[in-house]
């Protein structure tokens, strides 16, 4: 099932330990209506795993009883799941802030004509991919016909005043590299983006936020079959830089997957690492607030992805 962990084993990356949790993110199903080559979590439109209403009520709960903020929604295509909307409505509700962690693409499916229209209704913040600027790179990554529908859909959201100065509707964008190397510094690639999508398109956006890829499931796989999984791992490592130790998402961040099972972070539930509690897989509905609060965090080699240059994390560069 994760065919990359047992090159991970017996890291040396250093010991961290857990903060308060004040991000929950959820990843509430595997569906999606693409499949793209860098995705670490398997994604595509075969896939039919996605969270219970029983998960969602303790989602739902845990948040309504802790001290967490935000509610960090991913998947898959998130706004797939016949409850996405329905928990939004219910989160926001609570005067947390809610991320939809978007393709773009979603926003021209056929059954969701009005799904822009919800998200800034529920002034839901949109963290979306866009690998690049150029339509040949992002076909070649996410598959043909994916650049002109990422900026439909961009368009649409600029419309209803996503990613506008004067709006309080935010839209961020994410950058993944095309193969196995480090992202390039985020400030100077964010004013490129800026530039060109507003030249080219009459596009705003508020941030541009730069990921490593992750050596795990399609993308280590990519990496073992071309014999380059541990050329990789050595650049990661090589790179490291210890400032970033001090910010990386899984200090304050907790993730959850389609069962309801805690993690560590996004990554670490890709590979199945999951919060053990007396030889158990800890659940949502069984945590509490501060239960969670210093302790060790799981690390292997794929966390030098996070640390590697100026570091990297669900909300861009960590310096």
């Known amino acids: 099932m994760h065919d990359t962990l047992s090159l991970l084993n017996h890291s040396d990356f250093p010991a961290i330990s857990r903060r308060k949790t004040e991000i929950l993110q959820i990843n509430i199903g595997l569906r999606c209506n693409q499949q793209c080559v860098h995705c670490h979590v398997n994604s595509s439109p075969k896939r039919t795993e996605k969270m219970d209403e029983e998960t969602i009520a303790a989602v739902y709960e845990f948040v309504k009883d802790s001290d967490v903020h935000t509610l960090d929604i991913t998947g898959g295509a998130p706004e797939l799941h016949p409850q996405f909307r329905e928990l939004v409505a219910e989160i926001r509700a609570l005067n947390i802030n809610v991320i939809d962690r978007c393709n773009l693409t979603i926003l021209s499916e056929p059954d969701q004509d009005d799904l822009a229209d919800f998200l800034a209704e529920q002034q839901v913040d949109i963290v979306a991919s866009l690998p690049c600027y150029q339509k040949e790179n992002v076909d ?49 690639l964010e004013a490129s983006f800026k530039k060109v999508l507003m030249q080219e398109y009459g596009i705003e956006f508020n941030q541009l936020f730069t990921l490593c890829n992750m050596p795990i499931n399609r993308f280590g796989s990519t990496l073992v079959s071309k014999g380059i999984f541990h050329d990789y791992i050595s650049l990661l490592k090589k790179s490291h830089n210890n400032d970033n130790l001090d910010n990386v998402m899984c200090r304050n961040m907790i993730s959850i997957d389609w069962q309801g099972f805690v993690y560590d972070c996004d990554f670490n539930q890709m590979l199945g690492l999951n919060m053990m509690e007396a030889g158990k897989q800890l659940h949502i509905s069984e945590l509490t607030d501060s239960r969670l609060e210093g302790n060790e965090i799981t690390v292997l080699d794929h966390c030098y992805g996070c640390t590697a240059g100026q570091g990297s994390s669900c909300g861009g560069a960590l310096i």
């Open 140 to 188: 070649k990554q996410r598959g043909k016909g994916v650049f002109d529908l990422s900026i439909k859909g961009l368009q649409q959201l600029n419309f209803l005043g996503y990613g506008k100065s004067d709006s309080n509707l935010k839209l961020d964008l994410v950058y993944n590299p095309q193969g196995p190397e480090l992202p390039p510094e985020q400030a100077p």
